[in-house]
């Protein structure tokens, strides 16, 4: 079973200050991404990942910067945090795209509040 | 760029009843991949089903899609609703190579005794 891990769960962060969200896959896999999840948004793409050391920019990157340092680790990093940026939080990891129908497995998910 | 469009926000069904959720989609290349995610709550996404074959029928744990090229379309069916079936359903779109998956805005499903 791939295993996608994310921490923290959950955080309350004040306006202003600087929030960084950390995942971690166990399964070998090429791909990571962020999404963010909203009521009535759904799921949208903030940055992704194929390689180590280089990230790609979603469809919702503003506000957000992404690390990749190694093939396990993704990271979302919000410099100046906002109140519009409360949300839940995915990270998922996925093979090669080489024939177009890889799978997401998704962590548990992060819950960041910002007061 | 790429789009998904799921018509209901909201569908309530009794128990036993069939389901029958709408996923249309837009994309310039002829090639689409669409997917089915299921989110129970508290729960992480995971995936229901996926197809990238015209006109076949694919199925995964009693629910059922067809991808049709010619209408766009990848509507989630299910013969008869059950409580367990109550969640949050993403149509999701991509094509060969992108990396990239686009979801929709999702579909709250809630079956009720």
């Known amino acids: 079973e791939a295993a996608v891990t994310q921490s923290p769960r959950s955080k309350v962060a004040v306006t202003g200050g600087k929030v960084t969200l950390s995942c971690h896959q166990t399964?070998?896999?090429?791909?990571m991404y962020w999404y963010r999840q909203d009521t009535g948004h759904g799921l949208r793409l903030i940055h992704y990942?194929?390689?180590?050391?280089s990230t790609e920019k979603g469809d919702i990157p503003d506000g957000y910067k992404a690390s990749r340092p190694s093939q396990e680790n993704f990271s979302l990093i919000l410099e100046l945090a906002s109140l519009s940026q409360t949300a839940v939080y995915f990270c998922?990891?996925?093979?090669?795209w080489g024939v177009g129908a890889e799978t997401l497995y998704f962590g548990s998910g992060t819950r960041l509040t910002v007061l | 760029g790429d789009s998904v469009t799921q018509t209901e926000g909201l569908v309530t069904l009794t128990e036993g009843l069939p389901v029958m959720l709408n996923c249309t989609y837009q994309?310039?290349?002829?090639?689409?991949?669409l997917f089915w995610y299921v989110q129970h709550l508290n729960e992480s996404p995971r995936l229901l089903l996926k197809?990238?074959?015209?006109?076949k029928r694919t199925e995964h744990q009693g629910f059922h899609a067809t991808l049709h090229k010619s209408s766009s379309s990848f509507h989630l069916q299910k013969s008869s609703a059950q409580l367990s079936d109550s969640a949050l359903y993403y149509c999701?779109?991509?094509?060969?190579?992108?990396?990239?998956?686009?979801f929709g805005d999702g579909t709250v499903l809630t079956v009720k005794p």
């Open positions: 994309t310039i290349y002829s090639n689409p991949f």
């Open positions: 197809s990238f074959t015209d006109n």
């Open positions: 990942s194929y390689v180590a050391d």
């Open positions: 998922a990891s996925s093979a090669d």
């Open positions: 399964n070998n896999h090429d791909y």
């Open positions: 999701a779109l991509t094509h060969t190579n992108t990396g990239k998956l686009t």
